[in-house]
């Protein structure tokens, strides 16, 4: 497996706009940790920049991921990059 890293950015007003599916957001994300794809993401503390770790077989289903999240489909996050990392430590 590599590990991919995930920028992305949030929209204006996204703490407001990102209540009607937060829990669906959470609950998906917790069954990506479970499953052990996840290893980690959250906001900068300004919340415009997401940012996430991926352990995955693909860049693919790292994308698969992302754009199947509540987030992406309401437009609370607005792009999105990925690139493989080579962890060093």
């Not at 959250?42 to 077989?57: H, R």
């Amino acid at each position: 497996m590599s590990k991919y890293v995930m920028w992305g950015s949030y929209c204006e007003n996204a703490l407001e706009k990102r209540t009607p599916y937060r829990q669906a957001h959470l609950d998906g994300l917790k069954a990506q940790k479970e499953s052990g794809v996840l290893v980690t993401l959250g906001p900068t503390v300004d919340n415009t920049t997401v940012f996430g770790i991926y352990d995955a077989d693909s860049e693919e289903i790292v994308k698969q991921l992302i754009e199947g999240d509540p987030y992406w489909k309401n437009k609370i996050w607005t792009d999105y990059s990925i690139k493989e990392w080579i962890q060093a430590f």
